[in-house]
């Protein structure tokens, strides 16, 4: 019987387990078992497996998280845990591996391909900051939490009449906070990508106190460089196993810039892992379901090294290369859009 491992890496995001079914349910049709692999590669590194059957997905593919479990585990961190990796494919006697994950899961990914693993890559992040695909698994799903979180803010926000500050996830690039914001109507966004100019911020807030506006809502990207710190505002500088450090803070140095130069009260929100919470929306469940079956499809195709991507309206496959080569910021061309609500 061929074998197909199937794993979530990374943090987890909604949609996972609609790609889940997708990979159970076309492995299935073509008489393929398919193995869940438990918590990423921590679960490969240790062996730890379990056969999935349709009723294992049937009644969760709609559901937030993973019911793999996840962890930032890095297969690639030394030589010899790759080498067990690659050994453990062969020890659970799996013929192929779908791993579903960001660029630190799919970069681990490929080095698992050089050393011979017959796998196949499935992008997921809130972030959106893969390349090669257009959009990402459970991006959507978060850009709708932070808009219906903002909806809240601009509520309480204006009716006392404060400056809010809402930090939002998604590391180095600013997907998650431009269209979060622009569907939740923030006044201000601030991005990674655009050089942030506080005095700038400041004289919006006032000019528009001045008007008559009575609040300001502000998004800003937790990955936002602000010229007061210089660097990076972190909540922890320990460095994970692919070498990333917790960010996490800017919108309170903001709030405390912002009352201090403009004597507004001003209060700020961090929205943290709520983002990444919750069921999936429609679109990532019918996304999730399309990766699974066409990530079988290559398995079956015995099309190994690719991963599985939307570009417009078609699923297609690039290479794991072109997949986990580095980070994908939003483009000049979509900057206008963070000064859409700044009247
Ligand atoms: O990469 C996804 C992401 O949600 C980032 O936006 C965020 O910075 C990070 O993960 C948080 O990671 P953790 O779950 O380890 O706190």
Same mark, same amino acid.
């Given at each position: 019987?061929?074998?197909?491992?199937?794993?979530?890496?990374?943090?987890?995001?909604?949609?996972?387990?609609?790609?889940?079914?997708?990979?159970?349910?076309?492995?299935?049709?073509?008489?393929?078992?398919?193995?869940?692999?438990?918590?990423?590669?921590?679960?490969?590194?240790?062996?730890?497996?379990?056969?999935?059957?349709?009723?294992?997905?049937?009644?969760?593919?709609?559901?937030?998280?993973?019911?793999?479990? #996840? =962890?930032?585990?890095?297969? *690639?961190? /030394?030589?010899?845990? +790759?080498? @067990?990796?690659?050994?453990?494919? !062969?020890?659970?006697?799996?013929?192929?591996?779908?791993?579903?994950?960001?660029?630190?899961?799919?970069?681990?990914?490929?080095?698992?391909?050089?050393?011979?693993?017959?796998?196949?890559?499935?992008?997921?992040?809130?972030?959106?900051?893969?390349?090669?695909?257009?959009?990402?698994?459970?991006?959507? #799903? =978060?850009?709708?939490?932070? *808009?219906? /979180?903002?909806?809240? +803010?601009? @509520?309480?926000?204006?009716?006392? !009449?404060?400056?809010?500050?809402?930090?939002?996830?998604?590391?180095?690039?600013?997907?998650?906070?431009?269209?979060?914001?622009?569907?939740?109507?923030?006044?201000?966004?601030?991005?990674?990508?655009?050089?942030?100019?506080?005095?700038?911020?400041?004289?919006?807030?006032?000019?528009?106190?001045?008007?008559?506006?009575?609040?300001?809502?502000?998004?800003?990207?937790?990955?936002?460089?602000?010229?007061?710190?210089?660097?990076?505002?972190?909540?922890?500088?320990?460095?994970?196993?692919?070498?990333?450090?917790?960010?996490?803070?800017?919108?309170?140095?903001?709030?405390?810039?912002?009352?201090?130069?403009?004597?507004?009260?001003?209060?700020?929100?961090?929205?943290?892992?709520?983002?990444?919470?919750?069921?999936?929306?429609?679109?990532?469940?019918?996304?999730?379901?399309?990766?699974?079956?066409?990530?079988?499809?290559?398995?079956?195709?015995?099309?190994?090294?690719?991963?599985?991507?939307?570009?417009?309206?078609?699923?297609?496959?690039?290479?794991?290369?072109?997949?986990?080569?580095?980070?994908?910021?939003?483009?000049?061309?979509?900057?206008?859009?963070?000064?859409?609500?700044?009247?």
């Amino acid at each position: 019987m061929f074998r197909v491992g199937v794993l979530t890496g990374g943090g987890d995001c909604p949609g996972l387990n609609a790609v889940i079914y997708g990979v159970v349910s076309r492995g299935l049709q073509y008489g393929f078992e398919v193995w869940g692999i438990e918590d990423g590669y921590k679960g490969l590194l240790s062996g730890r497996v379990k056969k999935l059957e349709i009723e294992d997905v049937k009644d969760v593919y709609w559901l937030g998280g993973t019911i793999l479990g #996840t =962890s930032r585990k890095n297969p *690639a961190k /030394s030589e010899e845990e +790759l080498k @067990t990796a690659v050994e453990n494919v !062969k020890k659970l006697g799996l013929d192929s591996l779908i791993t579903i994950g960001g660029d630190d899961t799919l970069g681990a990914a490929k080095k698992l391909y050089e050393r011979g693993v017959p796998v196949i890559g499935v992008p997921k992040t809130i972030d959106n900051d893969l390349p090669g695909t257009d959009y990402s698994i459970g991006f959507w #799903t =978060s850009v709708q939490t932070i *808009a219906e /979180s903002l909806d809240k +803010l601009h @509520t309480t926000a204006k009716s006392h !009449k404060r400056v809010m500050i809402v930090e939002i996830m998604g590391r180095y690039a600013g997907w998650l906070t431009l269209m979060g914001g622009l569907a939740g109507g923030a006044h201000i966004i601030l991005i990674p990508e655009k050089k942030v100019d506080i005095d700038e911020v400041c004289r919006i807030v006032k000019e528009r106190k001045e008007r008559g506006e009575p609040y300001t809502l502000i998004a800003v990207a937790e990955g936002v460089t602000i010229p007061t710190t210089g660097s990076l505002v972190v909540a922890s500088a320990e460095k994970d196993e692919f070498g990333h450090v917790r960010l996490g803070g800017v919108a309170k140095v903001l709030e405390e810039e912002i009352i201090k130069r403009t004597g507004i009260e001003a209060r700020s929100v961090i929205l943290g892992h709520l983002q990444r919470g919750g069921t999936p929306s429609a679109y990532d469940r019918v996304l999730g379901i399309r990766l699974g079956y066409k990530a079988v499809d290559l398995v079956k195709e015995g099309k190994f090294g690719y991963a599985v991507v939307l570009r417009g309206m078609k699923i297609e496959s690039v290479k794991l290369d072109e997949a986990a080569s580095g980070l994908r910021k939003v483009p000049e061309e979509l900057h206008e859009f963070t000064n859409v609500f700044t009247y």
